[in-house]
Nanobody, 126 residues
């Protein structure tokens, strides 16, 4: 059974860092793409980045977070981590991890992913 659990959220001041972790129990990295999304109040869920399901699959990021956010995987712990540096108030959102087999056209869309975690809140103050 696929189960995704995010952790590591919290409140920080702008310029600081946070590291989120997604426990991907029941998911094998070679079966699904695993992605990070975020959703701010009143806005649609926004793609952050993903790791593809193929062995050695590349990481892909949204332009809005390139250079500040880094996704990494830990095969031993079966987790996908999101390192967030130089945080800004506009990064405030609920952060979700998701798993699925998106088409090329749906990689950056929430509809491309079947399984979701419950989310973890990140609040960045000015």
């Amino acid at each position: 059974q696929v189960r995704l659990v995010e952790s590591g959220g919290g409140s920080v001041q702008a310029g600081n860092s946070l590291r989120l972790s997604c426990d991907t129990s029941g998911v094998t990295f070679m079966s699904y793409s695993i992605a990070w999304f975020r959703q701010a109040p009143g806005l649609e869920r926004e793609f952050i980045g993903r790791i593809r399901e193929i062995v050695g699959g590349p990481l892909e990021y949204a332009d809005s977070v390139k250079g500040r956010f880094t996704i990494s995987r830990d095969y031993a712990k079966n987790t996908l981590d999101l390192q967030m540096n130089s945080l800004k108030p506009e990064d405030t959102a609920v952060y979700y991890c998701a798993a699925g087999r998106p088409l090329d056209s749906t990689v950056a869309l929430a509809s491309g992913y079947r399984y979701w975690g419950q989310g973890t809140q990140v609040t960045v103050s000015a």
